[in-house]
């Protein structure tokens, strides 16, 4: 098999959530189980640290490997989805696994394939475990995909355990309260394996703190330890964040550089660094491994798509927040910039309780209608009708480029255009 012979293979033969939705879902871990005796138990071999929640996970995944990168340990880093290349799920020190290896290791297992009928998920799980045990990696930064309890990734036995924070996304597979949520994420805790939760919510925290004591395990609430805060003009015009970090009111880092430079990034921040105090017995960290590990997250791992500035004039920005509280941020964001008019080139996914991120995007921006090219994609006509509902105007676009294209045409140099409301339109124009 060739590489484009194994993709389509990949895509047509196993179903891939992020392209079908609940139908590619598997509410157990036995085709993963299943999948790793195939290859030989890769998971076994590895050094792990397990990421899940709502928001943040890919960007506290991406500054995790960066600094163990930095660091000088050889790093697997296993996120998804993908945004360009299949390759990009599945990275060692920023370099995407080949292309031989993803054709060899389907070939190879085909076969079974056929007999397990695991999803595209739960593949790549076992292709992903597998190769970083053939590079003999010093440790793996493994971000779940959808929840975590029942997560193709859970199978692993961390040497700590991250949840970012709880929110309302995928409600119609993980429960539609915090609670069921929160309880779904909290799966990933194991035995007497420290867990570090980013932020808690009232809801959330009792959840976290039951399952941490039935685990035996250390739970670290990461928001409550470190404080993080930035003096900035326009988080448009900034391609580095400087930080003062505090932790428990001593500050630990002055003007400490992060080039993930989202409003929400200061969080994720924190959590790192409460999980990297964790991890400093197992793999020792200079300070300076930490600096510039967060300085280079881009250059390092080949993170895109969070506040990403695409243009200058006129400003165009695009980012992966998808769901409630995702939104909320991206809006917070958008109020610290000048602009003259805001452009809006929305598209989403048909899966999604949309009504909710509708009521919270601005009246006052002309909006550029779009479907991703993906089965999920939200049709724009459909789209357009309910966020007419909300008072939201503009025009329906034929695909994501063209709604691109048009607001390039009706922006003047001193408007913004914003890139949003699903991973896969943003995908299409990065």
Not at 222 to 242: G, H, I, P, V, Y
Not at 311 to 317: A, G, Q, R, V
Request: aromatic content about 8%.
């Amino acid at each position: 098999m060739n590489y484009r012979n194994t993709l389509d293979y990949l895509y047509s033969a196993l179903p891939m959530f992020h392209r079908v939705g609940a139908a590619a879902y598997k509410p157990n871990l036995d085709n993963t189980i299943a999948i790793c005796k195939l290859v030989g138990n890769p998971e076994k071999e590895l050094i792990c640290i397990h990421v899940a929640g709502t928001n943040g996970k890919g960007s506290v995944s991406n500054m995790l490997a960066s600094v163990l990168q930095e660091a000088g340990y050889k790093t697997g880093l296993y996120t998804s989805p993908h945004l360009k290349d299949f390759r990009e799920r599945i990275r060692i020190n920023g370099k995407m696994i080949s292309r031989n290896y993803v054709s060899s290791f389907v070939e190879k297992y085909k076969s079974d394939f056929d007999k397990i009928q695991p999803s595209f998920f739960e593949m790549t799980v076992g292709l992903a475990f597998r190769y970083f045990a053939d590079k003999k990696i010093d440790v793996a930064v493994i971000e779940t995909g959808l929840g975590g309890r029942l997560d193709s990734t859970n199978i692993i036995t961390p040497i700590v355990s991250v949840i970012t924070n709880i929110g309302y996304d995928h409600m119609n597979l993980l429960g539609n309260t915090l609670e069921k949520i929160a309880y779904e994420k909290a799966g990933i805790i194991k035995k007497g394996i420290p867990v570090v939760v980013g932020e808690v919510r009232a809801a959330t925290l009792p959840v976290f703190k039951k399952k941490a004591a039935e685990c035996s395990s250390d739970l670290y609430i990461a928001s409550r330890s470190f404080k993080a805060e930035t003096q900035f003009l326009s988080f448009a015009k900034q391609t580095l964040l400087a930080l003062n970090i505090s932790r428990k009111g001593e500050l630990v880092y002055q003007n400490l550089k992060l080039d993930l430079t989202g409003i929400y990034q200061l969080k994720n921040c924190c959590t790192v660094l409460q999980t990297l105090e964790l991890i400093k017995s197992t793999f020792p960290l200079k300070d300076s491994a930490i600096r510039n590990g967060l300085k280079n997250v881009k250059a390092n791992t080949g993170f895109t798509g969070r506040w990403q500035v695409l243009s200058s004039k006129p400003f165009i920005i695009a980012d992966t927040g998808h769901n409630e509280d995702g939104i909320k941020e991206i809006i917070q964001m958008l109020h610290t910039i000048k602009y003259k008019k805001l452009h809006f080139v929305l598209g989403m996914v048909n899966d999604k309780a949309i009504d909710k991120i509708l009521k919270l995007l601005p009246e006052k921006a002309v909006y550029y209608f779009c479907k991703a090219n993906i089965p999920r994609g939200l049709d724009a006509t459909t789209l357009s009708q309910q966020a007419g509902k909300f008072r939201l105007q503009g025009i329906v676009c034929k695909s994501v480029k063209n709604a691109l294209q048009m607001a390039k045409k009706n922006a003047g140099k001193n408007d913004l255009i914003f890139i949003g409301g699903s991973t896969f339109t943003v995908a299409e124009v990065v």
